[in-house]
């Protein structure tokens, strides 16, 4: 069974720093774009940032210049560096991968269980 696993989430001030990471476990064929979401309490889930297989990446206007994404192909891993953190950061955030080859050959949407990320004051 394929599964996306976040850790790295927790409490932290204002101006600090956190580092998320997402892990594949199960055994898969290939997995392509990457992806970031958060969602905070009464809010829609949104995109905060992704990748691509080949590294291009992209941003939430949000967070550009503070938050960083990127990825280690040869662990299935990808990691979220936020820095500069504020308070409405606050959130729980998801590790996505759209376009997951299965083992046997089917095309997935996978998401991860969430990890809170909260930012005080």
């Known amino acids: 069974q394929v599964q996306l696993v976040e850790s790295g989430g927790g409490l932290v001030q204002a101006g600090g720093s956190l580092r998320l990471s997402c892990a594949v476990s199960?055994?898969?064929?290939?997995?392509?774009?990457r992806a970031w979401y958060r969602q905070a309490p009464g809010k829609q889930r949104e995109l905060v940032a992704s990748?691509?297989?080949?590294?291009?990446?992209a941003y939430a206007d949000s967070v550009k210049g503070r938050f960083i994404i990127s990825r280690d192909n040869s662990k299935r891993l990808v990691y979220l560096q936020m820095n500069s953190l504020k308070p409405e950061d606050t959130a729980v955030y998801y590790c996505?991968?759209?376009?997951?080859?299965?083992?046997?050959?089917?095309?997935?949407?996978?998401w991860g269980q969430g990890t809170q990320v909260t930012v005080s004051s």
């Open positions: 990748i691509t297989s080949y590294g291009s990446t």
């Open positions: 199960g055994t898969i064929r290939s997995i392509n774009a």
């Open positions: 996505n991968a759209p376009n997951v080859r299965t083992d046997w050959g089917a095309l997935r949407d996978y």
